[in-house]
């Protein structure tokens, strides 16, 4: 968006610095993707909640959580059903 206000602007240098900083940013990426020193693993507590709830214990936890769920109220209807 700040390209786009700087090119009706007539602010060229500030577009153009705009770009060599992001082209700087993806370098210094793909170099370190590259080289394998990227550093992509958060350290805090959210990240470590967000670990513990992709686990597989996790995920079959949820999933027969809601098997059973669905089963217990396909239970209820029908006991609804058949008053």
């Keep these: 968006?700040?390209?786009?206000?700087?090119?009706?602007?007539?602010?060229?240098?500030?577009?153009?610095?705009?770009?060599?900083?992001?082209?700087g940013f993806l370098q210094s990426v793909i170099d370190k993707m590259t080289k394998g020193n990227i550093n992509t693993?958060?350290?805090?507590?959210?990240?470590?909640?967000?670990?513990?709830?992709?686990?597989?214990?996790?995920?079959?936890?949820g999933l027969t959580g809601t098997a059973l769920g669905i089963f217990m109220a396909v239970i209820e209807i029908r006991q609804l059903?058949?008053?």
């Design 1 to 23: 968006m700040e390209e786009v206000n700087a090119f009706k602007e007539g602010a060229f240098i500030k577009m153009h610095n705009s770009k060599l900083c992001k082209v």
């Design 41 to 61: 693993k958060s350290t805090g507590m959210g990240a470590y909640i967000d670990r513990v709830f992709e686990s597989r214990a996790s995920k079959i936890i």
């Design 81 to 83: 059903l058949t008053m």
